[in-house]
């Protein structure tokens, strides 16, 4: 019998094992947003496609831009009416308005006078614009962003506290953008370590993970990044690329795991909004083909291999390395100290 791939990029049901007829039982459902900067524009057309085929999320996990997206849907309905919504946002986006470099800072940047070469104030601007809550924690349906502590050299996930400052810190690529102080705490991009937080998902029990990544693994860019903000995000991007194969190795037996097939990004500059129809649009067609051929067997879900041909027993791993923190909570530390 053949068994699907794992982790190869093209949207498929990333875990080994066979398929089994199961009752009509609705799984705890997360989608995981990667980090990408403007080419997470293609999450967009992946939320439509699982909207239209009626797949909603009971929690969302997201980082940097995903951390973006994942708030902007956490308070609207779960609709296409909503990705179309958000699709007109992406739309608007210019690359000076989330990275206005001037000279003062590329000089301040080169001589050591600051830490970053872009103000934050658009990213904030942006997310402030579009927020219908002022706490994480109101978010209607329950919003997690990750972001990465500078000071302690470890993985944060914030799943309250002040909104603006918690994405803004999720989004803050390091040496682009300024660190966010939260308590003692310097936190910046959660894709620094995860870009696609699936160990957070199944942490937070979930039983099936949609993972909408912002970029194809397996196909690099063709074309050499034509700035220095560019190449920084791309470096970036390749540090991390191998944690979502690992991710699903690991995790294969606790939840389902589906991979959203990323549109071919290969010559977009991160730093660019110009293609994010084009992005939308590609992602939106894959997507549909793919949850079209996976809606064909609705009674009928992939489980993992086990020894005795009975399901594997799914296991809530602790996040040994991670921490699960308040936004909150570091900010009552700051007040306090």
Known sequence: ?????????????????????????????????????SLAAAQVGMLQALYEHRIEPDLLVG???????????????Q????????????GDLRREDLFPVSMSALIGGFCGRRDHLVPDRGLRALTHRYLEFADLAEAPIPLHVVAFDLNEGREVLLSEGPAV???????????????????????VDGGVVNNAPISHAV???????YVLPAQRRDRPSERPAKTALDAAIYGLGLLVTSRLESDIARYAGDAEIVVMPAPNSAGVQPTSFEHS?????????????????????????????????????????????????????????????
């Open 277 to 337: 129809g084009a992005l939308i649009a590609e992602a939106l067609a894959a997507g549909r083909r793919e949850l079209g051929a996976q809606s064909g067997h609705p009674h009928l879900r992939l489980v993992s291999d086990s020894r005795d041909g009975l399901p594997a027993q799914r296991r809530r791993r602790p996040l040994a390395a991670r921490e699960t923190v308040s936004a909150r909570a570091l900010y009552a530390q700051k007040k306090g100290s």
């Open 1 to 37: 019998m053949n068994h699907p791939r794992v982790g190869s990029g093209d949207g498929v049901l990333a875990q080994r094992g066979r398929i089994t007829a199961v009752g009509t039982h609705r799984p705890r459902t997360a989608f995981v947003l990667s980090g990408g900067a």
């Open 63 to 77: 980082t940097s831009a995903g951390a973006l997206n994942a708030a902007f849907i956490a308070s609207r309905p």
């Open 79 to 90: 609709t296409a009416a909503t990705a179309r919504m958000l699709a007109r946002i992406w």
């Open 165 to 187: 400052d918690s994405i803004a810190a999720s989004a803050s690529i390091p040496g682009i953008y300024p660190a966010v102080a939260m308590g003692e705490r310097r936190l």
């Open 203 to 209: 942490a937070l029990g979930a039983e099936r993970i």
